[in-house]
């Protein structure tokens, strides 16, 4: 039994709750607190993903605003940074001149590379849906499809006490202690993901802005180029 103190008019107890003022999941087993962690985030309209992410050996940095409908942000790949901007099934990449150079796959470009690459230069060039590129770019603009590849944890799933991501107050959980990721879930409003280790030094990722909205539209016509049916390669 607890025992209490006086201390002039004031009782001191052997401490506090930490759940108190929380939303309780860290009482819960870790599947169930990975559970409710995927319910929020799959009822969510939007959310900003921002780390890195290792596929195919390659490790993408990634600061992407999403949205059911579309998403807008930034992938740096290879030293190489690009926008991407997807309205409804129109997806478009913005860069400057060296991306398009590059990308032409000649070293320093030849004089219609350097010609190419000023035309683009800080353009929207709109990426035709038939182009190898649209599905691997599209990828990156997808919430349904991110979230479903990226909130997974592997192994036996065990909470790993109370941490705090961007101020707000985490349950931490684990798969196979940590080497099959670790998952920061919030303890504060809806048990939002909000920061994510995976597993095999595949990445690190951050959630935020939960259900904020943003605006997306179209670029206007003379921000935007036509490249054709296919974008150069690289």
């Known amino acids: 039994m607890c025992a209490l103190a006086a201390t002039g008019t004031v009782l001191t107890g052997c401490g506090e709750d930490p759940d108190e003022g929380t939303n309780g999941v860290g009482k819960l087993p870790a599947d169930q607190i990975q559970a409710r962690s995927v319910t929020a985030a799959e009822s969510a309209d939007t959310v900003r993903l921002a780390g890195n992410v290792v596929a195919g050996g390659r490790t993408y940095k990634l600061d992407m605003r999403l949205k ?24 478009f990449l913005k860069a400057d001149a060296g991306f398009w150079i590059g990308a032409g796959g000649k070293g320093e470009g030849s004089g219609a590379d350097t010609a190419a690459g000023d035309k683009l230069d800080g353009k ?111």
């Open 68 to 91: 059911g409908d579309g998403a807008s942000g930034a992938v740096t790949a290879e030293g190489a940074t690009f926008q991407l901007l997807r309205v409804g099934e129109a997806l």
């Open 124 to 234: 929207y060039v709109k990426v035709p849906q038939g182009d190898p590129s649209y599905k691997k770019f599209s990828g990156f603009t997808d919430m349904d499809v991110l979230l479903d590849g990226l909130l997974t944890l592997h192994g036996t799933l065990a909470t790993d006490g109370r941490h705090e991501q961007a101020g707000l107050r985490t349950v931490r959980i684990t798969g196979d202690d940590g080497s099959g990721g670790t998952l920061d879930v919030s303890l504060e409003g809806r048990p939002y993901p909000l920061r994510l280790v995976r597993a095999g030094g595949a990445g690190t990722l951050t959630f935020s802005a939960w259900g904020k909205d943003f605006t997306l539209a179209e670029p206007e016509k003379d921000e935007t180029v036509d490249y054709g049916k296919q974008l150069p390669t690289s």
